[in-house]
């Protein structure tokens, strides 16, 4: 592998507190130099990035890669070529796939074939219960030694408050969270979209915030009770926000994920009957936006994760109410994400942090969501004002299933680079190939 240099870039890393123009070196897959770079004396690969923002490479907490078991929606091939092409580096896969997560067996099929056929870093998550049934606990001690970073029983919640709490007990001694899917079923049990003024327009019945709070609170008491750590995963009411703050303020080990989705789409994305739009939780409210955002800056919600959740046409081109809920999102995040930095709701460094040193500190691994020297090779480089139309017939994914189709965004990625490898590189970017000495300024 030659030594790859990335000149003239505006290199932003909040693991360090860097925020300059300068260049980054990579030798052998890992960062070796940041500022001002020479060449070495050997061949060079060159990506000129003036004018586009050099970070680590993202990190999403919560993606669904579907295999096995889901194969027509997506693959792990597909979907981390997906996630190259949205700059995210590492991903972690949620576990309701078919088998489920739950097994030694299942865990070491999917690092197999990530290793095998993914273009990116997959981190799989287990499940927590059996089967995902919410009756009986895994083996956790199994699910880690076999190199799970999490557990969840995403797309179901853990209903049973005992179960929860054992698991969270358990969980402390191999230092492993719990990311959990906050649903109490009884006040969500048929619900299609937001319940309010829209739903009551479309004649859909709706999901009330309170299905997501009462659960929210239950799993930050119950970590408070276990000393655990809980995870909530794709925050989406003011509501919630408020419980995780008084819980962070309380000293309780829980952090939070917001979706790009739910940052920037309200529930008037229905209208129409907009299957793409359905998606758990639902879209919520503009109320909902702005205490998400306001969250997002206090450092009460830690992380944006996509929930990229890829369908087949069947799954969307039918009848809302009988179609798939979740949105294909591994592309367009970036692009729907800095309309928040464009608007001046959040800042950009900000926005960076959120998504490569902040959940690089919830899973506890130094090795990613920073550009220090001998730190692995990650990094995405990104051109914050090209504009760009989504076509999802170009998407990577199989989840063509995404209500911003057709839509212009202001933010592109520009390339990936993964362990030191060039994973995606949009067509405007070129790579140049320099013979120089050593000490030799490259211009």
């Given at each position: 592998m030659k030594p790859l240099l990335i000149l003239g870039g505006r290199i932003i890393d909040p693991s360090q507190g860097i925020d300059m123009v300068g260049d980054l070196i990579i030798t052998e897959g890992?960062?070796?130099?940041?500022?001002?770079?020479?060449?070495?004396?050997?061949?060079?690969?060159?990506?000129?990035?003036?004018?586009?923002?050099?970070?680590?490479?993202?990190?999403?907490?919560h993606c669904h890669l579907r295999e096995p078991g889901f194969e027509e929606k997506e693959t792990i091939a597909t979907g981390t070529r997906a996630a190259a092409s949205g700059g995210f580096t590492?991903?972690?896969?949620?576990?309701?796939?078919?088998?489920?997560?739950?097994?030694?067996?299942?865990?070491?099929?999917?690092?197999?074939?990530?290793?095998?056929?993914?273009?990116?870093?997959?981190?799989?998550i287990g499940c927590v219960t059996k089967g995902r049934r919410g009756e009986e606990m895994v083996h956790i001690g199994e699910l880690a030694k076999a190199g799970v970073v999490a557990l969840s029983d995403d797309g179901n919640p853990v209903s049973n408050a005992q179960v929860m709490r054992q698991a969270l007990e358990?969980?402390?001694?191999?230092?492993?969270?719990?990311?959990?899917?906050?649903?109490?079923?009884s006040l969500s049990a048929g619900g299609l979209m937001n319940d309010?003024?829209?739903?009551?327009?479309?004649?859909?019945?709706?999901?009330?915030?309170?299905?997501?709070?009462?659960?929210?609170?239950?799993?930050?008491?119950?970590?408070?009770?276990t000393g655990g750590r809980v995870h909530i995963a794709h925050a989406s009411t003011a509501g919630s926000v408020d419980l995780i703050r008084?819980?962070?303020?309380?000293?309780?080990?829980?952090?939070?994920?917001?979706?790009?989705?739910?940052?920037?789409?309200?529930?008037?994305?229905?209208?129409?009957?907009?299957?793409?739009?359905?998606?758990?939780?639902?879209?919520?409210?503009?109320?909902?936006?702005?205490?998400?955002?306001?969250?997002?800056?206090?450092?009460v919600i830690d992380a944006i994760a996509t929930d990229h959740a890829p369908h087949t046409d069947a799954d969307k081109l039918c009848d809302f109410n009988v179609a798939a809920f979740g949105i294909s999102v591994l592309e367009t995040a970036l692009g729907s994400l800095l309309t928040l930095v464009h608007s001046g709701k959040i800042?950009?460094?900000t926005l960076i942090s959120k998504l490569t040193s902040e959940p690089a500190n919830i899973l506890q691994n130094s090795e990613i969501g920073?550009?220090?020297?001998?730190?692995?090779?990650?990094?995405?480089?990104f051109d914050p004002e090209a504009e760009w139309v989504v076509d999802p017939a170009a998407f990577a994914s199989k989840g063509k299933n995404t209500p911003l189709a057709g839509q212009l965004l202001k933010g592109k990625v520009m390339a990936t680079i993964y362990r030191g490898g060039v994973m995606y590189k949009d067509d405007s970017m070129k790579v140049e190939i320099v013979y120089h000495q050593a000490g030799a300024r490259i211009e």
């Open positions: 890992r960062i070796t130099q940041i500022g001002r770079a020479s060449s070495p004396d050997e061949p060079c690969s060159v990506l000129h990035a003036d004018g586009m923002i050099v970070s680590p490479g993202f990190i999403d907490l590492t991903i972690c896969c949620m576990p309701n796939t078919e088998p489920p997560i739950d097994t030694k067996a299942t865990v070491e099929f999917i690092i197999r074939k990530a290793a095998s056929e993914g273009a990116v870093r997959v981190l799989p358990h969980s402390r001694h191999f230092n492993l969270f719990l990311s959990d899917h906050c649903e109490d079923t309010g003024s829209v739903s009551a327009r479309l004649g859909l019945t709706g999901i009330p915030a309170a299905a997501e709070e009462v659960m929210v609170a239950r799993d930050i008491d119950l970590a408070e009770m008084r819980g962070k303020e309380k000293g309780i080990a829980v952090t939070a994920e917001v979706t790009p989705h739910h940052l920037t789409m309200t529930e008037e994305r229905v209208m129409g009957y907009d299957t793409n739009a359905k998606m758990y939780p639902p879209l919520r409210t503009e109320a909902d936006i702005e205490a998400l955002v306001i969250g997002l800056n206090e450092g800042d950009l460094v920073t550009l220090k020297a001998g730190a692995c090779a990650d990094v995405t480089i």
